[in-house]
């Protein structure tokens, strides 16, 4: 009896230890879709399609229990002569663990660009402010929202995305303007304004009180300028320090096309370089008065300045940029990687999501891809592709039929990285599987 005792007793005690094992975060099976959701990966990564069919589902962030929460943009409205639809900031959660979302729900109204956990709320852009919630990840609804910053100066660029470092809130404020021209139809040959009063409002980073209640845009501080719209801000978590990869400004092809005669077609379509900017206080990247040329390697005086794509006259004492991606490939969200389950090469840098862009005409639409951009500090290596074909050449259906822009990114609590799609609506989940 007692030896029957002992090997059931030894049997549940194995079963235990191999529960305990098969629980672990380590030895999960990783969720992959047999096509890996229609993406073309590393060796070694899968996909599954998390959620679909969501309302411009752009930047996200991941609760410590593991929920996602997404900000989605407005649908309708204004020009396009369709009914106005609020866009929704969603709640995703995956309880048993097979990659996808098993419920979707809608907190609040939201305007897609911005969004952040921190200081025990949960913040995010609607309309033309910024508001927080008091948030416990796995609450059951939202409480009152407090309005931190608003009435932001509508027109131009409006995305108003934001990072939170500890009591610090630091905002994007884009550019109204390409170059800051008098003529806000682009037309060909338009000087720009000497000296851009722009630059007083717009076109840079700027700090607000992440406490504070009531605050107007005149209330921030400019931290940083010429960035003429930093919609991929994000925060480097080992020194807590401000990056972004930057959309640069159209215009460098011949006229009609583009605003100044001097270079052809293929040269506006790979020029400027989309910047990889380190943010320090007070930081000047150059714009409206320079550009990255990738011919020249530096920063070079812009047309609407007297510029023929050599001159620098107007760029000395301009930040140089970490790094610069081809021209329109439109940079929307980066992110430094901080897990433990991808490869180690992938802890030293950061993923970039790519929208794609319409101005790259003689040459293929790229973007719609996400990169990765290997950092030691700040010198950057040269870039690789991470994940791909959301999108067939020059933005057409992909494999699935439809268009995929990435516009946001996200880690998850297994190492795992989110990206969401604001065209199609589709939230992909990437994960390493390695040679299992």
Same mark, same amino acid.
Not at 112 to 124: T, V
Not at 168 to 182: P, Q
């Given at each position: 009896m007692?030896?029957?005792?002992?090997?059931?007793?030894?049997?549940?005690?194995?079963?235990?230890?191999?529960?305990?094992?098969?629980?672990?975060?380590?030895?999960?099976?990783?969720?992959?879709?047999?096509?890996?959701?229609g993406?073309?990966?590393?060796?070694?990564?899968?996909?599954?399609?998390?959620?679909?069919?969501?309302?411009?589902?752009?930047?996200?962030?991941?609760?410590?229990?593991? &929920?996602?929460?997404?900000?989605?943009?407005?649908?309708?409205?204004?020009?396009?002569?369709?009914?106005?639809?609020?866009? $929704?900031?969603?709640?995703?959660?995956?309880?048993?663990?097979?990659?996808?979302?098993d419920?979707?729900?809608?907190?609040?109204q939201?305007?897609?660009?911005?969004?952040?956990?921190?200081?025990?709320?949960?913040?995010?852009?609607?309309?033309?402010?910024?508001?927080?919630?008091?948030?416990?990840?796995?609450?059951?609804?939202l409480?009152?929202?407090?309005?931190?910053? $608003?009435?932001? =100066?509508?027109?131009?660029?409006?995305?108003?995305?934001?990072?939170?470092?500890?009591?610090?809130?630091?905002?994007? =404020?884009?550019?109204?303007?390409?170059?800051?021209?008098?003529?806000?139809?682009?037309?060909?040959?338009?000087?720009? =304004?000497?000296?851009?009063? &722009?630059? &007083?409002?717009?076109?840079?980073?700027?700090?607000?009180?992440?406490?504070?209640?009531?605050?107007r845009?005149?209330?921030?501080?400019?931290?940083?300028?010429?960035i003429?719209?930093?919609?991929?801000?994000?925060?480097?978590?080992?020194?807590?320090?401000?990056?972004?990869?930057?959309?640069?400004?159209?215009?460098?092809?011949?006229?009609?096309?583009?605003?100044?005669?001097?270079?052809?077609?293929?040269?506006?379509? &790979?020029?400027?370089?989309?910047?990889?900017?380190?943010?320090?206080?007070?930081?000047?990247?150059?714009?409206?008065?320079?550009?990255?040329?990738?011919?020249?390697?530096?920063?070079?005086?812009?047309?609407?300045?007297?510029?023929?794509?050599?001159?620098?006259?107007?760029?000395?004492?301009?930040?140089?940029?970490?790094?610069?991606?081809?021209?329109?490939?439109?940079?929307?969200?980066?992110?430094?990687?901080?897990?433990?389950?991808f490869?180690?090469?992938?802890?030293?840098?950061?993923?970039v999501?790519?929208?794609?862009?319409?101005?790259?005409?003689?040459?293929?639409?790229?973007?719609?891809?996400?990169?990765?951009?290997?950092?030691?500090?700040?010198?950057?290596?040269?870039?690789?592709?991470?994940?791909?074909?959301?999108?067939?050449?020059?933005?057409?259906?992909?494999?699935?039929?439809?268009?995929?822009?990435?516009?946001?990114?996200?880690?998850?609590?297994?190492?795992?990285?989110?990206?969401?799609?604001?065209?199609?609506?589709?939230?992909?989940?990437?994960?390493?599987?390695?040679?299992?």
């Open positions: 007692r030896l029957t005792l002992s090997i059931m007793a030894v049997a549940m005690a194995t079963a235990a230890t191999a529960a305990t094992v098969a629980a672990s975060p380590q030895q999960k099976a990783v969720p992959c879709a047999v096509d890996n959701a993406l073309t990966l590393p060796a070694g990564f899968c996909a599954t399609v998390f959620a679909d069919s969501l309302q411009g589902p752009r930047h996200m962030v991941v609760a410590p229990n593991g &929920e996602l929460l997404v900000g989605g943009s407005p649908r309708g409205g204004g020009r396009s002569n369709m009914p106005l639809v609020p866009g $929704s900031l969603y709640r995703l959660r995956d309880a048993n663990g097979d990659g996808k979302a419920a979707v729900e809608k907190l609040a939201a305007s897609g660009s911005g969004i952040a956990l921190a200081n025990g709320y949960l913040y995010h852009t609607i309309g033309r402010a910024i508001v927080r919630y008091k948030y416990m990840p796995g609450q059951a609804a409480g009152q929202a407090d309005t931190i910053v $608003s009435d932001f =100066v509508p027109g131009g660029h409006a995305a108003y995305n934001f990072v939170v470092v500890g009591a610090a809130l630091y905002m994007n =404020v884009g550019s109204r303007t390409n170059a800051c021209e008098n003529s806000e139809q682009r037309a060909p040959q338009t000087p720009g =304004v000497d000296p851009c009063v &722009e630059l &007083e409002t717009r076109a840079g980073i700027w700090a607000f009180d992440a406490h504070k209640i009531g605050q845009p005149g209330d921030g501080t400019r931290f940083a300028t010429g003429r719209n930093a919609v991929a801000l994000t925060v480097d978590p080992r020194d807590q320090s401000l990056w972004a990869t930057m959309h640069g400004r159209d215009g460098l092809q011949p006229p009609p096309a583009g605003l100044w005669p001097g270079h052809d077609n293929a040269y506006g379509a &790979e020029n400027p370089g989309e910047q990889v900017n380190h943010i320090l206080k007070g930081d000047d990247f150059g714009w409206p008065y320079c550009y990255w040329s990738h011919e020249e390697k530096k920063l070079v005086t812009a047309p609407e300045y007297g510029g023929d794509g050599k001159k620098t006259d107007r760029c000395g004492g301009k930040k140089l940029p970490a790094y610069a991606f081809p021209g329109h490939w439109g940079p929307n969200d980066m992110m430094f990687y901080t897990g433990s389950t490869p180690a090469e992938y802890r030293n840098g950061a993923f999501a790519f929208h794609g862009s319409w101005n790259r005409a003689p040459l293929p639409n790229m973007g719609y891809r996400v990169a990765f951009l290997p950092l030691n500090g700040q010198k950057a290596s040269t870039h690789r592709d991470f994940a791909t074909e959301f999108a067939a050449p020059n933005g057409l259906p992909g494999k699935d039929g439809r268009i995929h822009r990435p516009t946001g990114l996200a880690q998850g609590t297994d190492g795992s990285i989110y990206v969401a799609d604001d065209l199609a609506g589709t939230i992909y989940k990437i994960s390493y599987k390695g040679n299992r």
